[in-house]
């Protein structure tokens, strides 16, 4: 796994060293295409196996006891004003929640935002879904990093295919083209909304 000095590696071997992650472009055959294809824009990125069965974030953190404050989720949401449809990958950990009904609608300039749709999802992707990842989107789906998803050391997302995860640092998805920060992105799952108290949460 490379220089065991080196402090992320430390922190790979300590959470995820019994899942043998490996370099992710070693392994093309743990990635959707379309991630292998831009897994050079995340030269840091590895990749380990996981049961397909066990992909979902919250069965992963059961099964294989690991911490939901470095699990990244790629929400795909989408909007439409003047009949032009407005799209963007939010990228939140998982013990957060996107502001889709906040944040994300001012952004989009929509007057509604939704989350994208399980069948959408995987046909614009071209990723399975429960794998899908940012690395790999098409170049017309920009990429909101929540400021606490760029601050993690490494984080643990979707490869594309639900039979693998990528690790890499938070911030390098900021090297992702058509990526951003974009602080408030996400919220605590346990905060309140009091500005829109008759908007149900997504879930």
């Given amino acids: 796994m490379g220089n065991p000095a080196d402090p992320g590696l430390a922190i790979i071997?300590?959470?995820?060293?019994?899942?043998?992650?490996?370099?992710?472009?070693?392994?093309?055959?743990?990635?959707?295409?379309?991630?292998?294809?831009?897994?050079?824009?995340?030269?840091?990125?590895?990749?380990?196996?996981?049961?397909?069965?066990?992909s979902d974030t919250e069965t992963l953190c059961r099964v294989?006891?690991?911490?939901?404050?470095?699990?990244?989720?790629?929400?795909?949401?989408?909007?439409?004003?003047?009949?032009?449809?407005?799209?963007?990958?939010?990228?939140?950990?998982?013990?957060?929640?996107?502001?889709?009904?906040?944040?994300?609608?001012?952004?989009?300039?929509?007057?509604?935002?939704?989350?994208?749709?399980?069948?959408?999802?995987v046909a614009v992707s071209g990723m399975e879904?429960?794998?899908?990842?940012?690395?790999?989107?098409?170049?017309?789906?920009?990429i909101w990093v929540d400021a606490a998803v760029a601050d993690v050391d490494w984080l643990c997302i979707g490869s594309g295919i639900r039979k693998s995860k990528l690790l890499l640092p938070g911030a390098s998805l900021l090297d992702l083209p058509g990526a951003e920060r974009v602080a408030d992105l996400a919220r605590e799952k346990t905060e309140t909304r009091p500005e829109n108290p008759g908007i149900p949460r997504p879930t």
Wanted: contains cysteine.
């Fill in 13 to 54: 071997a300590a959470m995820f060293g019994k899942l043998g992650p490996v370099p992710a472009s070693s392994r093309p055959d743990l990635l959707a295409w379309a991630t292998y294809a831009a897994i050079g824009f995340v030269p840091q990125a590895m990749v380990f196996q996981i049961d397909p069965s066990h």
């Fill in 64 to 121: 294989y006891d690991l911490p939901l404050e470095v699990m990244g989720n790629a929400v795909l949401v989408l909007g439409k004003r003047e009949g032009q449809r407005r799209q963007a990958c939010c990228m939140t950990l998982a013990h957060r929640r996107v502001d889709v009904n906040g944040l994300v609608k001012r952004k989009l300039d929509v007057r509604k935002a939704s989350f994208a749709a399980m069948d959408h999802a």
């Fill in 129 to 142: 879904y429960g794998g899908i990842t940012p690395v790999g989107l098409p170049a017309d789906w920009p």
